[in-house]
């Protein structure tokens, strides 16, 4: 216990503890003075911050849902093809999850141009052309979603294939010679098995989606007008650029909260196998 | 019992996802990013070496208007051993004249040390050097809260200027540095005097706050610059009509894109006679008639297709390929900005001849001046009176014009020493820069203003707004107002 304890306490257990200590305080470069709930309601009414859990809410209400589904719909294909196709897939699946997101960002920064970009210059063919994806407000939040969709969905795929191929053979079998077609024995023997898979993507991927920061920080900036600001972006730049670090650690603890409660949720209604 | 463990566990569950590749980790491990080693007592080269790169050697190029530094070793120099730790962000390398000491960064720094250490062998250097900008912030603000800054900080003014707002934290150069101070030119002395304090040395000035033009495209339009980079909005309205070809060419490339770029576009601002605040940096003066135009001239401009696409979002690198490819004909300015325009000669596939500008003004209103960004040297609190006189001396001694000048040529800085020839006699383009200084002085935008980076990050967004349309000009001023008002009365960190 302890070789695990002793990490766990000094890398992790006080960290949380700190901020937490920090976020009741005014930090200074050379004092820190306690302000009571000061950080807190400084974020609470602040437009930037507030725009920034709303980003972050509606990345994670749409992303979560569309990754869950969309990798699930892959494993479930990938799933019935031959072992050696299987492990194609997974390793096309798996790349962009090994590659860095960084230069992901970088490629869809390019491809998204609206000026040489290649959705630019496709576009340019039917006469639309010079859409800024990226730079206006109606569309920024949504290509940002598309680019974390497309860099994200490896992981949740590779759980879902090896969470199918889990489900016990006699269990298909029997559904089989009971004369389940194969929607049906998805529907009512695989995905119910499957829940406490389907429970720990939602919440890895809930967890995920409210911490995302190498896209937005790459692809706007936060931007345009805060339309991309998500809560992570906000509390990197008030306490490494700004030095801002109680209003950061407000910020921290908020979000920490809110996906503790979103993780206990999901965990309650998902984590359970029924067998009716 | 049980449940507590559930708890832990359901911490470590979300702790642990935290550390997942979706979290950002700005503050790099020092093993990592620093280079930190201890000068050696005795060091490698010799202190009679005479470099080539030395003022003196370039002599005949440089004016012979430099006033005498006059340093002198305090005296007597204390016999007890002094440890002085000195860490530096900047690093540059291959300083002119002084190639084989400056290979790396940090070395500049050691060669310092060592010829200093090699005068008074009682004294002993800790040089760390320190990559990044927002990384280095945060290892000084570990670094003070606490307890254990460095004694010597080699960094940029416009990082991070709360240092200088908070009191008990650096010492007064002007007091400890003589010599060094009393060669700083006024307005320099000035601009980084907080409360009565000389908070900083400046190694170099970066000069900004203009624009570079691709003249070929001018040339190509009929079009004559104006030969004294004094440029009117008529003139410079006229000539954006011209050079426009909708879909292909958007004369202006700007950056809206975060607050670190502000002062690659509100040059627009300041030509309309626009002023961000009062001349002591305490009250915003953003939501006056002169703001209001001049926003909506970059809210017409953009309208008009003068603006490139994508200017609220845009990252460099995508702007200069623009500027390269001859889709945009004027962009950002800055001393660099004209160097990294030089190093980017194999990228441009279009005629290409730069050259720098002013921000246009109305005829009623007086020239857009530059404004300038320093490096330079902070001392922090000395608890020891012995150890603070040799820190004094060190910064005397290293600011001699045969170590402060290379460094200054190196960085297309303006003069900043009575000691100085002006390092810029070789670089006609900023050359100009610094004219335009002489004759219009320096541009105050407030860098050394108390929250400058918090008044940039919280209104960036709001300037965004009103240039996509999304808020009226008049309430994005307003807002904008406010914003600055309450972080100007708000103390810094």
Known sequence: MAPFLLPFVVFVLWPIIAAILSSFQRVGYISRTWVGLANYAAVLTDNISLQAFWNTGVLVVWVVPLE??????????????????????????????????????????????????????????????????LGQVNTALYAVMFVLLSTSLGIPIIVFIAGLNAVPREVLEAAKIDGATWPNELRYVSLPLMRPVIGFILVVTTIGTSQVFAVVELLTKGGPASSTETVVYQIW??????????????????????????????VRTLGRVRYD | MRRLGAVIAALALVAGACGSSATPNPVPSVESTASGSEVPTSPSVSTSESPSGSPTAQGSTAPS???????????????????????????EVALPGFETHSKNPGDWDRYLAAQYTALHPNVH?????????????????????????????????????????????????????????????????KLYT???????????????????????????????????????????????????????????????????????????LWGYGCEPWNSTLTVSTINSPACLQALQWLIDANNKGWIEPGAATI??????????????????????????????????????????????HLASAPPVAPSVSTDGWSVFTQADPVKKQVIGDFIDFAFQPQYSMPYAIQQSSPSLYTSWPNPLVSNPDLLKADTWIAQQGVFNDGVLGPNYLQIRQQTAPIWQSAFLGQTSPQDALSQIDTKINILLTTPSQ
């Open chain 2, 125 to 189: 250097f800790v040089v760390q050097d320190f990559a990044g900008g927002s990384e280095f912030v945060a290892k000084i603000d570990a670094a003070l809260q606490a307890g254990q800054p460095p004694d010597i900080l080699n960094w940029t003014d416009g990082l991070n200027s709360g240092f200088a707002h908070t009191s008990g934290v650096l010492e007064d150069l002007s007091k400890i540095a003589p010599t060094a101070s009393a060669a700083l030119l006024p307005a320099y002395k």
């Open chain 2, 65 to 91: 208007t430099a006033a005498p530094y006059g340093y002198a070793a305090i005296s007597p120099f204390p016999t007890q051993p002094v440890t002085i730790t000195l860490w530096t962000q900047p690093g």
């Open chain 2, 194 to 268: 907080v409360n009565g304090s000389l908070f900083l040395m400046p190694t170099y000035a970066s000069i900004y706050n203009f624009v570079k033009v691709n003249k070929a495209m001018f040339d190509a339009a009929g079009l004559t610059l104006p030969a004294d980079g004094n440029w009117t909005y008529d003139e410079f309205n006229a000539d954006m009509a011209k050079l426009a070809v909708p879909g292909k060419v958007w004369p202006v490339a700007i950056r809206l894109t975060d607050w670190v770029t502000t002062y690659d576009w509100q040059g627009f």
């Open chain 1, 237 to 266: 730049e008030r306490a490494f650029a700004l030095n801002d670090l109680g209003f950061a650690s407000a910020l921290s603890v908020l979000l920490l909260l809110i996906t503790l409660v979103a993780a206990v949720v999901q």
């Open chain 1, 68 to 133: 869950t589904i969309l990798s699930l719909a892959i494993a479930v294909v990938v799933v019935r093809l031959s072992r050696r196709w299987q492990s194609y897939f997974r390793v096309a699946f798996y790349v962009p999850v090994v590659a860095s997101s960084v230069i992901l960002s970088l490629i869809w920064l390019w491809l998204l141009n609206p000026v040489y970009g290649l959705f630019d210059q496709f576009l340019g063919i039917f006469g639309v052309a010079h859409v800024d994806w």
């Open chain 2, 315 to 360: 990252d460099y690198g995508p702007e200069d390929t623009l500027f390269n490819t001859c889709a945009v004909a004027i962009s950002y300015g800055r001393a660099n900005a004209v160097q990294r325009q030089q190093g980017m000669a194999a990228q441009t596939t279009c005629p290409m001849d730069v050259q720098i500008e002013q921000w246009p």
